[in-house]
């Protein structure tokens, strides 16, 4: 049996008719502000369909940007400041416990003394002031070195925020996008159903628009078919 290629030629009445035909379609709620197109009109790609009313999404983009600067601007100024502070407060804290323990030799001599009766009680109640002094500093310059120490936590909490806003304002960047309702390639619009002022909601068909390629569309009888 040899393999060959059967060639038939018939009759048929057929028109032309666009390969393609995407259903521009309303993914959220929205405000139609104006249609820049009509049915029948050619289209080039990217051009804009339909205006949508984006005034809510700006002025939140606006305040997730603010929030955004804000925030970046308090996170570098601790980065840039925290590590002096620290160094600093760390210094403190070794100095008042130095301090302190001075403090604490001096306070157990002038006792010792005190009850040998070899100094005045002035002398033994004035090494007990210094004592509670230099214990209350030690404690502050403690207190300080914890709380600058916190703001480490703080730094971390900063850039999971300015995360979070970036990944807001990204999602907002695309909706605004997505609201210019641009033509994804040239071709004509068959059909526009909105209008200017109308609120539609999510899902609701905006129009149809044709790609630039066509094909034949034709009849063939079934005893013609192969």
Do not use: C
């Amino acid at each position: 049996v040899k393999e060959s290629r059967i060639t038939r030629t018939v009759m048929a009445n057929g028109y032309f008719a666009a390969a393609s035909e995407k259903e521009l379609v309303a993914r959220d709620p929205l405000v139609i502000q104006e249609v820049l197109v009509e049915a029948g009109d050619q289209v080039r790609e990217g051009q804009v369909l339909i205006v949508i009313d984006t005034a809510g999404l700006e002025a939140e983009r606006k305040a997730a940007m603010a929030e955004l600067t804000a925030i970046d601007t308090q996170q570098a100024t601790l980065e840039a400041t925290l590590p002096l502070q620290q160094a600093q407060a760390e210094s403190q804290v070794v100095a008042a416990e130095k301090s302190l323990e001075q403090a604490e030799q001096e306070a157990k001599a002038m006792t010792e003394l005190y009850e040998a009766g070899a100094v005045s009680e002035m002398d033994w109640r004035r090494a007990g002031s210094s004592l509670a002094a230099a214990k209350a500093q030690a404690q502050t310059a403690k207190s300080h070195l914890a709380q600058i120490r916190s703001q480490a936590a703080l730094i971390n909490q900063y850039r999971e925020q300015a995360k979070a806003l970036s990944s807001r304002l990204s999602l907002l960047e695309e909706k605004l996008d997505y609201y210019q309702m641009k033509a994804t390639e040239a071709g004509q619009v068959v059909e526009v159903y909105v209008q200017a002022g109308d609120v539609v909601g999510a899902g609701t068909p905006l129009l149809i628009l044709t790609g630039p390629d066509l094909v034949v569309k034709a009849e063939v009888l079934a005893q013609d078919a192969p």
